[in-house]
């Protein structure tokens, strides 16, 4: 038999009715748009035969369940802490995807949706009061959902939920819930920022990037009436409604004053600063794994590589948020995760016996890599501030101090001041 189309290659050979039994047996988790995506990093077996050509591609498109095909969307984003798992996304026929983070939902074409043809509705689970980490977990988890929802056009409908379950609440003694206790004395600023103490505050002002959404709901699953905590909590959720409604893009000047993108702008740069001092200090098991995630991806390809987070930093710094304070503690935290790093030469003439990569040889030693940072260890980092924490630096910058280095030291001192004073301006 010979092939009679070269698009199809061997699979010419088969029956179109074969092929289409083919194609069905393909995972649910295989994304399919309405044209042939770009070629992402990294592919599972089933998303590879998506770029074999255009014909297979038209082929599988027909017959493979996608998200394009239902118009409604529903996200779960989940309290714990689990490596390499972000959120859950599936549609109203079943289809579902499990999403390791951020840049993975980009490589499948979450990005490419057409938003404004959409209904979402995103679930939030309520964090679990005797572990004050889960919250943390929740605000890294929505801030990075919505950096790919703040981009889109706009959207038919979008619901915000704050869910409950049988053990986990929102709220604690009929009030909204406060996981983190005496949290002023966990900033170096020595003061909360206003509107940022329970739980859901956290959470909701990052809805406030998103635009043009023509039904914007946002509720708790639980209500309790009598409180004016709870009917505060009632009129802030009515207001982002009301933002998330409105037309005019995210940062526009002719917004309201007290509303417009600017304001939300320097809330949510503070509340960032805040939470990464929290997390800094904050004991608990999801915490100390949160520490372990931020400085495993610290960086996503080598020492001094590309660094979001790090460009994070600097933009702040150069917008003087909570100025010389914030710089010490960016200072403070960089040196400590230097201190951590696995695959640094000071590392392992420090600690030889924790990492030995001769037995992980899928591991590139000379790199940087977010499974060797997990492969150590494996229980998370402690809190900064902890004697632990505190004798493996004073060990490891002894190494790191050595005569051969010239001064080195001191320029891991004052890392981001010196990246400030390289960089007076800085292309973000």
């Given at each position: 038999m010979e092939i009679t189309d070269p698009s199809l290659g061997m699979f010419s050979l088969l029956p179109a009715e074969v092929r289409t039994m083919i194609w069905r047996h393909f995972s649910s988790q295989l994304h399919v748009g309405r044209s042939l995506p770009r070629k992402p990093n990294h592919l599972s077996r089933d998303q590879e035969i998506l770029f074999t050509s255009r014909k297979i591609y038209a082929e599988v498109a027909a017959e493979v369940p996608s998200g394009y095909n239902d118009n409604t969307i529903i996200i779960s984003v989940r309290p714990e802490y689990r490596y390499k798992s972000w959120i859950k996304a599936k549609n109203t026929k079943g289809v579902q995807w499990d999403l390791e983070d951020l840049p993975d939902a980009i490589s499948r074409g979450f990005y490419d949706l057409p938003w404004h043809k959409l209904n979402f509705q995103i679930c939030i689970w309520a964090p679990h009061r005797k572990d004050s980490g889960q919250i943390i977990s929740l605000y890294k988890k929505v801030r990075a959902l919505v950096e790919i929802l703040k981009g889109a056009k706009g959207f038919l409908s979008l619901w915000v939920v704050f869910g409950h379950t049988k053990n986990t609440s929102w709220f604690d003694d009929a009030q909204p819930q406060c996981s983190i206790e005496n949290i002023a004395d966990l900033l170096p600023w020595g003061r909360e920022i206003p509107g940022a103490k329970c739980d859901y505050e956290f959470i909701f002002p990052l809805f406030l990037q998103i635009r043009n959404v023509k039904m914007a709901r946002m509720y708790s699953t639980e209500i309790f009436e009598g409180k004016r905590e709870n009917l505060m909590m009632v009129k802030r959720f009515m207001k982002a409604e009301w933002i998330m409604r409105k037309t005019t893009p995210y940062g526009s000047r002719a917004e309201p004053d007290r509303y417009y993108g600017k304001r939300i702008e320097e809330h949510l740069d503070l509340l960032f600063?805040?939470?990464?001092?929290?997390?800094?200090?904050?004991?608990?098991?999801?915490?100390?794994?949160?520490?372990?995630?931020?400085?495993?991806?610290?960086?996503?390809?080598?020492?001094?590589?590309?660094?979001?987070?790090?460009?994070?930093?600097?933009?702040?710094?150069?917008?003087?948020?909570?100025?010389?304070?914030?710089l010490n503690t960016m200072n403070d935290r960089y040196r400590i995760m230097r201190a951590h790093n696995p695959l640094s030469l000071a590392y392992r003439s420090a600690f030889p016996e924790t990492f030995d990569s001769t037995k992980h040889p899928d591991i590139d030693a000379r790199g940087w890599n977010r499974d060797a940072w997990h492969c150590v260890y494996r229980h998370g980092i402690p809190p900064l501030n902890g004697k632990k924490t505190n004798e493996r630096y004073r060990k490891w910058s002894m190494e790191y101090d050595a005569p051969e280095n010239g001064g080195e030291f001191v320029k891991l001192q004052r890392y981001f001041s010196l990246l400030i004073a390289r960089n007076p301006v800085l292309d973000f």
């Open positions: 600063m805040m939470v990464e001092r929290i997390l800094d200090l904050l004991p608990s098991k999801t915490a100390n794994m949160l520490r372990l995630d931020r400085f495993s991806s610290w960086y996503t390809d080598k020492l001094h590589g590309n660094s979001p987070y790090e460009n994070e930093l600097k933009k702040l710094l150069l917008d003087n948020v909570e100025g010389n304070d914030t």
